[in-house]
């Protein structure tokens, strides 16, 4: 990966392309520590100290801390990603959008987009709309009137889609994908404080050792546990490398063909199958859906220790058994459901046989469609289990360990995913110049 960058830096229009990128991320981080006005800051923080486990305290992690500092970047590039969630699925529930992706050709493509940036804002209006109350109710505004719902509202709806439009811009002059580079960055940023939690958990422990005390919110790590949280760090990473490149091939065979007097096809070829090929969007959903409890939870008054309530409210903590158990099952449930989308068995075997493609062994048609079912409900299956096993650890080691590690699963696999995207962006674009300097 280094010998990559390196390489790429060395030629000029390559480096102009990671510069570019690189403004990209700077304006990023300077607008999330731009605070919109009227918002007391320390009161939003010590609000969403004890959010953590409601979906509240997912945005934080993905906006790179930015939600809890109400920036102008507060809302991050989730109303992005989101609307194309969205539009993404009414393309295979509305038939007129279907027809619009797969037969529009370019003019349908740019429909499409201009469709998910409108609900992009519309989405961002809703969010920013609820944040502006959730913080009007539990008193953290210095003001409050009409005059400074708007400017926060307009401030943090202006903020997402200044930020859309820089995904774009690194899209057409920068390197890999802007949506998904601005994602990581914000992910990236938390990396210092986890790092300063896990220190000072340290320094705690050797105070206990000591026969000193500390406070109630602090926590105490033993050294041997951080070695531990490091080195399954780097399994977790390697083993997102090594199943983010896996794939299933089946074999495919071309059957030969006359044209006039010459013979075409009789090729052997391939037809790949990613293990994940849904990526993180089950784990995000999975997430959204199990987090919604607690985040109900959150804002109903407290329940005495002891009542029934109080109970309820410890079995969907996420740190509980229950919830561990909920979240695996639904994450296995939207693998299936994001790769039905994703892959249509049918579709596949009806474009092998117009294109005079068989698999050997099967005959065109069902029989074809059946087999790749099947393979398709194995290898997602393992897909599944490997998100939820991804998922799952770092819950596990806060519970064990009783202290917030401050990311999670989903942020290993998309600063992982997006940094191999990168790499492969800047191998391609390399290999195009070669061969463009061979055929001049």
Do not use: H
């Amino acid at each position: 990966m280094i010998q990559t960058v390196r390489k790429a830096w060395g030629i000029p229009e390559l480096r102009k392309k990671i510069l570019f990128t690189l403004m990209i991320l700077v304006i990023y981080r300077i607008g999330s520590a731009i605070p919109v006005p009227y918002v007391d800051t320390q009161l939003l923080n010590q609000y969403l100290e004890g959010m953590g486990t409601t979906i509240l305290g997912l945005y934080n992690v993905m906006s790179g801390g930015a939600f809890a500092q109400a920036t102008v970047f507060a809302l991050g590039i989730q109303p992005y990603i989101n609307s194309s969630i969205i539009i993404q699925l009414l393309t295979v529930a509305i038939p007129a959008l279907e027809r619009l992706q797969r037969e529009g050709g370019e003019e349908g493509k740019k429909k499409i987009q201009s469709i998910t940036r409108y609900s992009t804002v519309a989405i961002a209006f809703l969010q920013a709309l609820g944040y502006y109350f959730i913080m009007k109710r539990q008193g953290i505004l210095t003001q409050d009137n009409v005059w400074v719902a708007l400017v926060i509202m307009i401030s943090w709806v202006a903020g997402s889609s200044f930020l859309m439009w820089l995904g774009e811009q690194c899209n057409e002059f920068g390197i890999g994908n802007g949506i998904s580079m601005i994602l990581m960055a914000g992910i990236i940023s938390r990396v210092p404080s986890m790092v300063q939690q896990l220190y000072y958990a340290v320094v705690n422990w050797n105070t206990v050792r000591n026969g000193g005390t500390l406070s109630a919110q602090a926590t105490a790590l033993n050294p041997v546990w951080v070695v531990l949280i490091v080195l399954g760090i780097v399994a977790l990473i390697v083993l997102i490398v090594f199943v983010n490149d896996a794939e299933r091939r089946i074999p495919v065979q071309y059957a030969k063909r006359q044209v006039g007097r010459k013979m075409y096809g009789g090729q052997s070829s391939n037809l790949p199958m990613k293990v994940n090929m849904s990526g993180v969007l089950p784990i995000i959903f999975a997430q959204s859906i199990a987090t919604i409890p607690a985040t109900i939870g959150a804002f109903l008054p407290a329940p005495s220790e002891g009542s029934f309530g109080y109970a309820v409210l410890n079995a969907i903590d996420s740190k509980s058994v229950l919830y561990l158990v909920i979240y695996f099952v639904l994450i296995i449930g939207f693998s299936y459901f994001y790769a039905s989308i994703q892959f249509n068995p049918v579709e596949i075997s009806n474009n092998l046989k117009r294109n005079g493609g068989f698999i050997p062994g099967f005959r065109p048609g069902k029989p074809t469609s059946d087999f790749i079912a099947r393979v398709l409900n194995k290898i997602t299956l393992f897909g599944a289990i490997y998100l939820g096993i991804v998922a799952i650890l770092p819950l596990l080691v806060d519970k064990f360990t009783a202290t917030s590690i401050g990311i999670g699963g989903t942020s290993v696999i998309i600063v992982v995913g997006v940094a191999l995207e990168t790499v492969q962006a800047l191998e391609n674009q390399m290999l195009m110049r070669q061969y463009k300097g061979f055929l001049d």
